[in-house]
């Protein structure tokens, strides 16, 4: 009966394990979006960004948003997927820095 109990508990081992090995976790892009939002928004208050840059760069954060969840929605980001999120984000970064240093601003 104990020998059972164990075989039992070791196949369910087996079956579970993998779930939770699954990466699905982006804590370095969580971040990097974080940080840009929180430039956007420094630019905004500043009057840097005009309403129409603005909402330029916000659609481009939410374009990589969406990317992320695609990316996440099979259980696993791979490096490819990364790579992916990663060359969009640092567009966006360019973006948002030449669009906060041009001439234009708000008011």
């Known amino acids: ?6 075989l039992l508990t070791a196949a369910l081992a087996t079956l579970i394990a993998p ?12 971040a990097r979006q974080e940080r840009q939002e929180m430039r956007i928004e420094q630019g905004v208050n500043s009057g840097q ?3 129409k840059e ?3 760069l916000d659609k481009r954060e ?5 990317d992320k969840m695609k ?4 259980g ?4 490819k997927e990364r790579v992916h999120l990663n060359r ?15 001439a234009r601003t708000a008011g």
Do not use: C, G, W
């Open 49 to 51: 960004l005009t309403a």
């Open 62 to 66: 939410a374009k990589i948003e969406s």
């Open 54 to 56: 603005t909402a330029n």
């Open 76 to 79: 696993k980001v791979t490096r």
């Open 19 to 30: 779930a939770f090995a699954q990466n699905t976790a982006t804590p370095k892009i969580d």
């Open 88 to 102: 969009e984000l640092d567009h966006t970064s360019n973006k948002i820095y030449r669009k906060k240093h041009n």
């Open 71 to 74: 990316a996440e929605a099979d």
């Open 1 to 6: 009966m104990k020998i059972n109990k164990v």
